[in-house]
Structure formats: C-alpha cells, structure tokens
T-cell receptor, first 114, second 113 residues
Framework: GAGVSQSPSNKVTEKGKDVELRCDPI?????LYWYRQRLGQGLEFLIY????????KSGLPSDRFSAERTGESVSTLTIQRTQQEDSAVYLC????????????FGPGTRLTVT | LAKTTQPISMDSYEGQEVNITCSHN???????ITWYQQFPSQGPRFIIQ???TKVTNEVASLFIPADRKSSTLSLPRVSLSDTAVYYC??????????????FGKGTKLSVIP
C-alpha cells in the first residue's frame, strides 16, 4: 500500500516568509509525528498527534511553529517568519495508535531558508 | 527524559556480526527502546523494539540487560547494503496521552568489502 507522503520534497524560501509543509500518513494510522533533522544531525522530536489532537506541543522550537491535523489524516506544519536556523529536513511519520514506537517515515521535506 | 548516547561511527567487514550499543542511563520504568535504520536522503526505517532481555526478528536482535541502562543492536553477517546510520530511540509516556521520543545522534555504520 501507499506509504507516508510529504510535500513539497524541497522548499527554498526567503528569510521572513511563511511556509507550510504537508504530510499524508498511511491510511488508518491514527498517530502522526513530526521531526526535524538538521544536516548531519539526529532527529529532533517536534510534536505527536493522536487522532486530531496534540497532547503536548512543548517540543515545537518556538511560537513561530504550529501544526494541525484534520480528519485524522493530513497534517500541516507551518513555520512563520522563517529564519535561517529553520533550514533542515522535516520528517513526518505515522503509526497505529497502539504502536507508538513502530513508526513509518515519509521521505521528508528539505527546507532551505536563504 | 532519557538521554541516549551512541558511538558516532563503526566500520565492519562484510559477513561479520556488528553490535551497536546505546546508553540510556536514566531510562524510566515504562520506557521502550526502539532502533531505526536510515539511508541517505530517506526517512528512518523501523528495525526492532524491546523492553527487556532479548528480542529477535528476521533482520536483527536486540539485547537489553536487566538494569536496562543500555541496549545493543546486533546485525548478523552484514552486507554492503547495511551501510547506513542506526538510531536508538527511547520512548517515554509522560501521561495524558503525551509521549516524548528521544532519538540518539546515530551511529554511522560503514561495511567494507
């Protein structure tokens, strides 16, 4: 079946602009996750959704970051007033609600802020 | 939250068994340990998960000692296609439906012909 998809695959934006990153999880997966991976670094956990709810938003790096999920399906990660330090690959993953640790990752969106 | 520490890199020859250890000294009672593999320009891929003792699947084994302060991923008879970065993840349920997921910085495994 179809895996996790993310769009766009690459995004180049100017400092100060807003960007919206999209994630389409595997159908039927109630849990959805966002991570950030800076060049050559590990994964930084940002936020987790169970259904359409995110119980804890403390992993978001700043108030410029927000995320939402609708219809227990697609999720968007929005970064307002982008800064150069936001440049990274943003990875989305999904899983069955009871299998939090067996996550299926998308290919990521590479964000470059110039 | 459990902080994880892994070796930055490892080299191995084809056909050898490779063991990668992750330290997680302050792991909590209900935390689980998971390992992922990542190839360049791809998202990570689930390998194996465990809580204690030993878990084995078709691609790897995971050894977790009784104190659970570390875990070791064992890859039998590696091939060139196993060259990748391997991450350990400690998952912590912090209540009220909230999880904290702490990935290690990853171990870059290079398999040499």
């Amino acid at each position: 079946g179809a895996g996790v998809s993310q769009s766009p695959s690459n995004k180049v934006t100017e400092k100060g602009k807003d960007v919206e990153l999209r994630c389409d999880p595997i159908s039927g997966h109630t849990a959805l996750y966002w991570y950030r991976q800076r060049l050559g670094q590990g994964l930084e956990f940002l936020i987790y959704f169970q259904g359409n709810s995110a119980p804890d938003k403390s992993g978001l790096p700043s108030d410029r970051f927000s995320a939402e999920r609708t219809g227990e399906s697609v999720s968007t990660l929005t970064i307002q007033r982008t800064q150069q330090e936001d440049s990274a690959v943003y990875l989305c993953a999904s899983s069955h609600g009871t299998e939090i640790y067996e996550q299926y990752f998308g290919p990521g969106t590479r964000l470059t802020v110039t | 939250l459990a902080k994880t520490t892994q070796p930055i890199s490892m080299d191995s020859y084809e056909g050898q068994e490779v063991n990668i250890t992750c330290s997680h000294n302050n792991i909590a009672t209900n935390d689980y340990i998971t390992w992922y593999q990542q190839f360049p320009s791809q998202g990570p891929r689930f390998i194996i998960q465990g809580y204690k003792t030993k878990v084995t699947n078709e691609v790897a084994s995971l050894f977790i000692p009784a104190d659970r302060k570390s875990s070791t991923l064992s890859l039998p008879r590696v091939s060139l296609s196993d060259t990748a970065v391997y991450y350990c993840l400690v998952g912590h349920y912090s209540g009220a439906g909230s999880y904290q997921l702490t990935f290690g910085k990853g171990t870059k495994l290079s398999v040499i012909p």
